[in-house]
């Protein structure tokens, strides 16, 4: 019988990454923030923590937002950066998954780190 596998006892925290501009596709993305990107997963694990989740956003221009039950086009988020991914990682606590944010390849832009609610 296989054993389902044990969550870590590690807290877990959202890496949000926002940028000016987001590519609409890995190719168009900056060659150095691509081969960043490449070498995080093995960064993060040399701290001691652990990237469970992670993707990019396409522009947001292509998201669809609804607010009171009525949907709209486009991001209701204002200002000049916008989401642009996120990660999901296992850290021993906030100072240190704000280190692995620090390791987070940016173009034009900036990472928030946020504690998940525990489940």
Do not use: C
Request: glycine content about 10%.
């Amino acid at each position: 019988m296989i054993e389902p596998k044990k969550r870590s006892p590690l807290p877990q925290f959202a890496i949000l990454v926002y940028e000016r501009e987001v590519p609409g596709s890995a190719t168009a993305a900056l060659p150095t923030v691509l081969e960043a990107h490449l070498h995080l997963p093995r960064q993060v694990a040399e701290t001691g923590g652990r990237i469970i989740a992670g993707n990019a956003l396409r522009p947001a221009s292509t998201a669809v937002s609804v607010r009171d039950n009525v949907s709209s086009e486009g991001s209701l988020a204002g200002g000049e950066q916008t989401l642009a991914g996120y990660f999901v990682v296992e850290a021993s606590d906030l100072d240190h998954a704000v280190w692995i944010g620090r390791m987070i390849p940016v173009a034009d832009g900036w990472v928030e780190v946020r504690p998940l609610l525990a489940g």
